[in-house]
């Protein structure tokens, strides 16, 4: 599969006291990007609720250059790993060809109930497990 790419423009609320973007910005650049490759496989956020829920399970973040006010920053993701229970996505952030921000980015299925791991349902895994690579 291809990359998803999402664009977003850096606004005022996004920067910290130095008028650079504020680190953890960018996990919810990413957060919006994933749920946007999700909402074209066809599992947007209603989809999502219910008894079974998407939760981030580990993040690891390499900060290469800072993205500030107003830039057109562009958040890519892709499909790493698909397991039954969890998957990991490798996302990056870009400012034109300009690598600012990589990361790898693993989501595990959770039961609401419980709060407990749980498998992934087998339509939705299916779907994850083509779009690897």
Request: glycine residues 6%.
């Amino acid at each position: 599969m291809t990359d998803f790419s999402l664009p977003i423009r850096v606004y005022v609320e996004d920067t910290d006291a130095g008028g650079i973007v504020f680190y953890a910005n960018y996990l919810k650049y990413m957060e919006r990007a994933r749920t946007e490759l999700m909402r074209t496989l066809g599992y947007d956020k209603p989809a999502l609720f219910g008894d079974l829920q998407l939760v981030v399970r580990s993040v690891d973040l390499l900060y290469h250059l800072p993205a500030v006010l107003d830039d057109e920053i562009r958040v890519t993701a892709k499909f790493d790993k698909v397991s039954r229970v969890t998957f990991v996505m490798s996302q990056q952030v870009f400012r034109g060809d300009e690598l600012l921000v990589e990361g790898s980015i693993k989501v595990a299925c959770i039961d609401v109930a419980s709060k407990r791991p749980c498998g992934i349902p087998k339509p939705m895994y299916e779907t994850l497990k083509s779009h690897v690579g």
